[in-house]
């Protein structure tokens, strides 16, 4: 059986780079979602229409710029406030009572700004790291590898199963750390009264307990199935092409088999159900046939892109989707 390896690559990013990283904390994709709205004009005669468009077009970058920059101070402001909490602990480490205090107060009062910005907001970002994990190795090796550990798990041998099938993966994992801002501030201010209460060492651990229980999201990107997007809108665009050449019908059937290959590469790796592939599969003939002796049209990849999407969303796993795990136990 050919050999398999897991190569990886870890990126740390810091508050700068939060506009991504801020979907998963459960605002940032509804105010996108508001963005077109504020541009939608009433119905026009096509030539009004056509020249309205810039205007539409700046109306919906004025509000993306403006939830951008309100994203980036929240994210600012939540990381100011962790940092304000550890230099708490520190001055009661140092017996600085007074100095303690006046860090909490800062953070609570970041805190408090992040609320008065965004009150339904359950979890403010305070950093953010990237993990690449990709599979050295071929098709066959991963199916092999699959089955092996299929009949591992038949036959009762999970440990020897679970080794086998580690670097199974071909993912980018982006790790998002966030305050949960139904509990934090309520921490802070508890150790504040332990604090006044002379119960120093009572502080000291209600304030790492509450570093301790910061909320790491995770969102994975699978990257066979990314790959298969960008090969099918590339595609999309030349089939939307009327009078193709023959060297762009020569690349087209390229762009849909290579489309293909990372499906099937992504089905090997378990990125979705055999019911999930086949649809994708029947999709992609369907556009060959549609596409085949240079015909061209739209609409051909609506499904394709569709069923995707889907694929992406399903990839999630249960823990960042439903139970984000605590990054002290990260």
């Known amino acids: 059986m050919k050999t398999l390896s897991l190569a990886t690559t870890a990126l740390a990013a810091g508050t700068i780079a939060f506009n991504m990283a801020l979907a998963p ?19 026009t005669k096509p030539a009004d229409k056509q020249a309205n468009q810039p205007a539409q077009q700046q109306a919906a970058q004025n509000v993306e710029d403006e939830m951008a920059e309100k994203r980036k101070k929240i ?58 994990y990709d599979v050295i190795g071929d098709i066959e090796a991963v199916n092999a590898a699959r089955k092996k550990a299929e009949s591992l798990l038949k036959d009762g041998r999970l440990q020897q199963a679970r080794h086998l099938i580690r670097n199974l993966a071909s993912e980018n994992v982006i790790s998002v750390t966030n305050i949960p801002l139904a509990t934090y501030p309520q921490a802070i201010k508890a150790a504040v009264k332990l604090i006044d209460d002379n119960k120093v060492e009572d502080a000291k651990h209600a304030l790492q307990s509450a570093l301790n229980t910061l909320i790491v999201t995770d969102t994975i990107v699978p990257l066979h199935v990314v790959s298969a997007q960008a090969e099918l809108k590339t595609a999309e665009q030349l089939t939307e092409k009327k009078d193709r050449t023959a060297e762009e019908n020569t690349k087209l059937k390229a762009l849909l088999k290579q489309a293909r290959t990372n499906l099937e590469f992504a089905q090997a790796l378990g990125y979705g159900t055999g019911k999930d592939f086949k649809e ?51």
């Open 25 to 43: 904390t459960g605002f940032a994709a509804e105010e996108k979602a508001k963005a077109p709205a504020a541009a939608e004009k009433p119905a």
């Open 75 to 132: 994210a600012e402001e939540a990381t100011a406030a962790i940092r304000e909490t550890q230099d708490a602990l520190k001055s009661l480490d140092a017996e600085k009572k007074p100095e303690a205090l006046a860090a909490l107060e800062r953070a609570t009062g970041k805190l408090e700004l992040i609320l008065a910005r965004e009150p339904k907001l359950g979890l403010a970002p305070t950093g953010v790291s990237t993990m690449t």
């Open 280 to 330: 994708l599969y029947d999709q992609v003939s369907e556009i060959e046939k549609k596409t085949e002796g240079g015909k061209s049209g739209v609409g051909y990849f609506a499904k394709a892109k569709a069923s995707l999407s889907n694929l992406v969303k399903s990839s999630q796993s249960a823990s960042s989707k439903d139970s984000p795990s605590q990054a002290g136990n990260k």
